[in-house]
């Protein structure tokens, strides 16, 4: 097919897969935070966003907010203190749900992504062997790729498919990245291809799966999390004992 | 005490298949067409190697990228099977993730640093 004949169907009438995704943030949200979710928002044009939430009856609160905008699946951004950042995702309205601490963050206006896309088009979503291997680690991937994919002849969305979402389990870590897909056309050929990166990226590290919208039974929990906070009262506790050390 | 209820979440993921199947009215025993989910798993993983002179993060980076563009390839060639469009005409305009402006300082980044680099020699 030519590419004009694809940029001229119509979308809504072929539009089965009406998917739509819930973002929503707590109070106490930094700005490097809101930074993230603003990129992802842009980036998912079948998303739903809403206001901040206030603390408290959360898993009331996301139920109740995703049936309204009638989501399929939702990412809750919790702050705490205001520096650390957890990330529920999961399935409206059964379940299950997974919870993530997330660090490292880069937005997508840091100056060494030399890539760009068109804003709200499809994107390929890549994940490298190990999400066919663990169990936590497959269900991660279809949670992510029902999250994330685009549905095709969204409304919103554009015809092309030009970048491409990456994560890769290193570490006891997940990895996001976003690539742009980038090919020289002249000759038609594939093997010369190279992939700039877009951004936004970010680190996620699993801390728990749950059979149902953000309550009931825990299907797995990551044996080697641990809480930033332990980290940081560890950190302390070696300065200390170094500077003792000393006198 | 370690909770990892492997079967249970196994049958949860069969439980999305499905579901997704249902809501494409995908008939049973028929594969779900790739161009609805794109999404791609490779057959190859990350492996870091302590002790050497490279440090991870570097390692890791390479790794990343050599994984993400073997996917790539293969998502090309999927995508060219199924014609979708990768690349935009020339005479379609619209609304980019990053705006011109965030472009413009990439580009005067990228032409100071080679003119430094030119300085040098």
Same mark, same amino acid.
């Given at each position: 097919?030519?590419?004009?004949?694809?940029?001229?169907?119509?979308?809504?009438?072929?539009?089965?897969?009406?998917?739509?995704?819930?973002?929503?943030?707590?109070?106490?949200?930094?700005?490097?935070?809101? $930074?993230?979710? =603003? =990129?992802?928002?842009?980036?998912?044009?079948?998303?739903?966003?809403?206001?901040? #939430?206030?603390?408290?009856?959360?898993?009331?609160?996301? %139920?109740?907010?995703?049936?309204?905008?009638?989501?399929?699946?939702?990412?809750?951004?919790?702050?705490?203190?205001?520096?650390?950042?957890? #990330?529920?995702?999961?399935?409206?309205?059964?379940? +299950?749900?997974?919870?993530?601490?997330?660090?490292?963050?880069?937005?997508?206006?840091?100056?060494?992504? /030399?890539?760009?896309?068109?804003?709200?088009?499809?994107?390929?979503? %890549?994940?490298?062997?190990?999400?066919?291997?663990?169990?936590?680690?497959?269900?991660?991937?279809?949670? #992510?790729? $029902?999250?994330?994919?685009?549905?095709?002849? $969204?409304?919103?969305?554009?015809?092309?498919? =030009?970048?491409?979402?990456?994560?890769?389990?290193?570490? @006891?870590?997940?990895?996001?990245?976003?690539?742009?897909?980038?090919?020289?056309?002249?000759?038609?050929? #594939? =093997?010369?291809?190279?992939?700039?990166?877009? @951004?936004?990226?970010?680190?996620?590290? +699993?801390?728990?799966?749950?059979?149902?919208?953000?309550?009931?039974?825990?299907?797995?929990?990551? +044996?080697?999390?641990?809480?930033?906070?332990?980290?940081?009262?560890?950190?302390?506790?070696?300065?200390?004992?170094? /500077?003792?050390?000393?006198? | 005490?370690?909770?990892?209820?492997?079967?249970?979440?196994?049958?949860?993921?069969?439980?999305?298949?499905?579901?997704?199947?249902?809501?494409?009215?995908?008939?049973?025993?028929?594969?779900?067409?790739?161009?609805?989910?794109?999404?791609?798993?490779?057959?190859?993983?990350?492996?870091?190697?302590?002790?050497?002179?490279?440090?991870?993060?570097?390692?890791?980076?390479?790794?990343?990228?050599?994984? !993400?563009?073997?996917?790539?390839?293969?998502?090309?060639?999927?995508?060219?099977?199924?014609?979708?469009? !990768?690349?935009?005409?020339?005479?379609?305009?619209?609304?980019?993730?990053?705006?011109?402006?965030?472009?413009?300082?990439?580009?005067?980044?990228?032409?100071?640093?080679?003119?430094?680099?030119?300085?040098?020699?």
């Amino acid at each position: 097919m030519d590419a004009e004949k694809v940029f001229d169907t119509k979308k809504e009438e072929r539009w089965i897969n009406k998917q739509r995704c819930l973002i929503v943030a707590s109070r106490g949200i930094n700005d490097r935070h809101k $930074h993230l979710i =603003d =990129d992802l928002i842009s980036m998912m044009p079948h998303s739903k966003k809403d206001a901040k #939430l206030e603390k408290r009856e959360i898993p009331e609160q996301i %139920s109740e907010l995703c049936f309204t905008h009638s989501c399929t699946s939702f990412m809750y951004f919790e702050a705490r203190r205001k520096t650390d950042l957890y #990330l529920w995702i999961g399935r409206f309205p059964d379940g +299950p749900s997974a919870k993530f601490l997330i660090e490292h963050i880069h937005g997508s206006g840091e100056l060494k992504c /030399t890539g760009n896309c068109l804003k709200g088009s499809r994107h390929v979503i %890549s994940f490298d062997k190990s999400f066919s291997e663990e169990p936590s680690l497959k269900l991660y991937r279809e949670l #992510l790729t $029902h999250i994330f994919n685009v549905p095709r002849y $969204h409304p919103k969305s554009k015809p092309c498919t =030009d970048h491409l979402l990456s994560f890769v389990f290193s570490d @006891g870590k997940l990895w996001f990245r976003n690539y742009q897909l980038y090919q020289e056309t002249q000759n038609k050929q #594939l =093997d010369n291809q190279e992939l700039y990166e877009i @951004g936004p990226r970010f680190v996620m590290t +699993p801390i728990a799966i749950i059979d149902g919208t953000m309550m009931g039974e825990v299907l797995y929990k990551n +044996p080697n999390y641990k809480t930033k906070t332990a980290i940081r009262v560890l950190k302390k506790r070696e300065k200390m004992m170094s /500077t003792m050390r000393k006198e | 005490r370690v909770i990892y209820e492997k079967e249970k979440i196994l049958e949860r993921v069969n439980q999305i298949q499905e579901s997704f199947r249902k809501r494409l009215r995908v008939p049973q025993g028929k594969k779900i067409p790739w161009n609805e989910h794109l999404s791609l798993v490779s057959d190859k993983s990350i492996e870091i190697v302590k002790d050497i002179d490279i440090t991870e993060d570097i390692q890791r980076e390479v790794q990343f990228y050599n994984v !993400t563009l073997g996917n790539a390839q293969i998502a090309l060639k999927y995508l060219q099977q199924e014609g979708v469009a !990768t690349k935009r005409p020339d005479d379609y305009f619209a609304e980019m993730f990053k705006s011109d402006k965030v472009m413009n300082k990439i580009r005067t980044k990228l032409v100071m640093e080679q003119e430094n680099i030119k300085s040098f020699e």
